[in-house]
């Protein structure tokens, strides 16, 4: 197994823990997108390498603990 | 094997119907339809009702699983799969099992399980305990409206006539939801019985893997719990496939039992709904799908054959929009109750049907100018499947149905042209929950 596949999975917002502060948009420009309102966007797919290496910073840096990088799907 | 009668003697219908007829439900107020059937009635009626557990447990699972029951809250999910997994749960983690009975009914025109609470009381009990000694459940819960006095009445009399009439049954609990559109999701009834706030949240797992305390907890409907009652009993005499529905038209309300080989028109006919040729009817509940009455007409009323052709027969909503209406104008009333009877957890769907609601209701005006569709649809798919629960997801396919059904009056309103119903008192009830 490499090391990507062991890096890679899923960022799962919870949105009832979300406030919209905004810090995973910070940390993982790219990778998490922003709604008109300020709530974050994730990717629904698989994420591996760097993409992957960015959603747990940001899973990390919310202060809301809304953020969590799940085991693939895949 | 007690022998039972073959017919219901309320009505002659076929033995296991749920309803002796249809039954007339004021809109404003669920009232005080009929008398509930006693327990010496109900036994005559359906005959007595055999015990389970143990070995057959396997009994039961597998005639759900033939009869294809499926959960009527809305989200048709298989019973048998459900009862299954909590059993696995409990053999794999050892831990207690429990049965909860969903009669939470939030949506405003549905009246369903209020009519088998207040008619039937005994089916349901009886659907609870077979779910109870199937699961090996200690106790069972009832979940309703706290505001629902003469439903609490006749469920409260049901149990004593059957600790009167010394059934020895698993006991069950009724516990009080607070009188909310969501107060019967899945999630906001585990939080709640879990010492939470009665709101949804975002699970990992299904109720029966994880639910109440981390205990497998059965979900289940109050009409889904009336059909195991039935189907329990049904050894040697399938019973009919049926369904119930609640038909709203020309300001009255009627839930009725309808065979599953019926289509959307005979349904109608069959409660004396169907008048003039109606414009469109919304199917399923208010997170359900606007179809016009060309397609709708003849689409079949079965679950599993509603689902093949693509709908869903959801809580069994079925409501008449009669010609001249303004669909528009009625999706704008649904649209901004729903968005008040959120949970206000979630951003997306706080501020998301906000929008929603202000521009649909701008559009009927024919205030919403001609940028107002492109912003719902756009809206619509940045909102779609970002709540913790489904309540968006089921506001946006109402919408977009709208906007397809009343393709024409949504071009005319967009263009600065309201239609003169657009003024008019909405004829679906956007009651209490909106507040």
Known sequence: ????????????????????????????????????????????????????RRARRAAAACPRHALRVVPPRS | VTAAPTTDRAGGRPWGALLPEPVELPLAEIGRPRRAQTLEEHLATYGPRPLHGGRDSDVVIDRLAAAGLTGRGGGHFPAARKWQAVRDTTAATGRLPLVVGNAAEGEPAIAKDAALLS???????????????????????????????????????????????????????????????????ATAVVRALSGGPALPELRD??????????????????ETLARVAVLARSAHRPGPSTSLVTVVADGRRVVAEVPDTSTVATALEATGALGAVPAAILLGGYGGQWL?????????????????????????????????????????????????????????????????????????????????????????????????????????????????????DVAAHAAGRPCAAAGRPPLLPTGDGAS
């Open chain 1, 1 to 52: 197994v490499s090391r990507g596949a062991e890096d890679a999975g899923r960022l799962v917002v919870d949105p009832a823990a979300c406030t919209a502060v905004g810090m995973c948009m910070h940390v993982a420009a790219g990778v998490v997108g922003s709604d008109g309102w300020g709530f974050p966007v994730v990717p629904a797919e698989d994420l591996s390498g760097d993409a992957a």
């Open chain 2, 119 to 185: 008619l039937r009381p005994h089916l349901v009990l009886d659907g609870l305990a077979v779910a109870a000694e199937t699961l090996d459940a200690t106790e069972c819960v009832l979940w309703l409206h706290d505001d629902a006095g003469p439903l609490w009445r006749r469920v409260e009399n049901a149990l004593d006539e059957r600790a009167d009439a010394g059934l020895v049954e698993r006991p069950v609990r009724l516990v009080a939801a607070p009188a909310r559109y969501l107060s019967g999701e």
């Open chain 2, 205 to 222: 797992l299904p109720a029966a893997f994880d639910g109440v305390h981390g205990r497998p907890t059965l979900v289940q409907n109050t």
């Open chain 2, 292 to 408: 016009p009455w060309s397609t709708a007409h003849r689409l079949p009323i079965g679950p599993a054959a509603l689902r093949a052709a693509g709908h869903s027969l959801g809580a069994g909503l079925l409501a008449v929009l009669p010609a001249g209406a303004c669909g528009v104008a009625e999706t704008a009333a649904l649209v901004r109750y729903l968005a008040a009877s959120g949970a206000r957890q979630c951003g997306p769907c706080l501020f998301g049907l906000d929008a929603l609601a202000a521009t649909t209701t701008d559009l009927a005006r024919g205030a919403g100018g001609r940028t107002a569709t492109r912003r719902l649809t756009a809206w619509a798919a940045e909102i779609a499947g970002r709540g913790a629960c489904n309540h968006p997801d089921g506001v946006i396919r109402m919408l977009r149905s709208a906007l397809v059904t009343f393709a024409d």
